[in-house]
């Protein structure tokens, strides 16, 4: 009964997830009129909906089929789908920062960013993280994250740096800080204790939060 209770919050928390971030990509947009600020954060809140959408959308059909065992094919792809749009999530995130903050003298970091970037996609390419297994190797999740960790903790500076100019967005780098000590337990441990997936809901909440700011500045 209780693991029947989780699946329902788990449906409707993801339901409510995937319409918010598209909502809020779609004002943005509307709101770009010219401004390259809301156009890239409409792209960014987009393609995080999109990205987390194919991995999100087969697990509510997988929780209102009783655990359809077809579902782990496409679990796996969204999870991959989701690592690499995640990496351009943080891409559009550090180029909005640049931009509103006016920072200069940013080039040789905007490089390492990239190249983070790339070594992230090529890591999440390789057969090797057997995305479509049910035991999926732990050291090839770490290896994958350690880039993307590195890319996430750069971002967070140039927020904490910049965190007076804009009130809004004044707590962004705790947002990101936070988003990750959420996720690299799951990262870590979901695979032996699966309560340890739930911290991927405040993990998500950190996400929004950063959406609505952008929304409001």
Partial sequence: MMKKAMRFIEVIFDTAYLLTALTIGIILLI???GSSVYLLAGLMALILMIGDSFHLVPRIIKSLKSNNAKMEKYLGLGKQIASLTMAVFYILLWT???NIFGVANHLSYTIIIYVLFAIRIVLCLLPQNKWYASDQPISWAIYRNIPF???GMIVATLYF???NINAYLSFIYIAIILSFAFYLPVVLLA???KMIGALMLPKTLSYVYMLVMFLLI
Avoid: C, E, P
Wanted: no cysteine; net charge positive; proline share 0%.
């Fill in 96 to 98: 909005i920062g640049v």
């Fill in 31 to 33: 709101k770009a009129n």
């Fill in 191 to 193: 695979n032996r204790y």
């Fill in 149 to 151: 960790f590195l890319q």
């Fill in 161 to 163: 740096l910049n965190r």
